[in-house]
Nanobody
Framework: QVQLVESGGGLVQAGGSLRLSCAASGISGRINFMGWYRQPPGKQRELVATVASDGSANYADYVKGRFTVSRDHAENTVYLQMSSLNPEDTAVYYC?????????WGQGTQVTVSS
């Protein structure tokens, strides 16, 4: 059974930091990409950051310089270090994993940034 389990969300004040983790299990084959998306209240899900198997990362413009995505290949875990958070970063954060032609999603973790 495939599982992506996120952790690390919560409530933080503006300017603060949080670190999200997502551990994948049960995925057969090579995981090419892992990443993070988010869904702000009343909006569509949007890209935050992805990291490829070679470690190369891609970021949405609105998080560049503030968020850092990294990956532990041995543990099939992806991390998102978030700094300088602002209320616009409030959202449910989802991790995903691309393996072959399949994409898998976690259940999401809430991040709330208070002003």
């Amino acid at each position: 059974q495939v599982q992506l389990v996120e952790s690390g969300g919560g409530l933080v004040q503006a300017g603060g930091s949080l670190r999200l983790s997502c551990a994948a299990s049960g995925i057969s084959g090579r995981i090419n990409f892992m990443g993070w998306y988010r869904q702000p209240p009343g909006k569509q899900r949007e890209l935050v950051a992805t990291v490829a198997s070679d470690g190369s990362a891609n970021y949405a413009d609105y998080v560049k310089g503030r968020f850092t995505v990294s990956r532990d290949h041995a543990e099939n875990t992806v991390y998102l270090q978030m700094s300088s958070l602002n209320p616009e970063d409030t959202a449910v954060y989802y991790c995903n994993a691309f393996a072959g032609l399949k994409v898998y999603w976690g259940q999401g973790t809430q991040v709330t940034v208070s002003s």
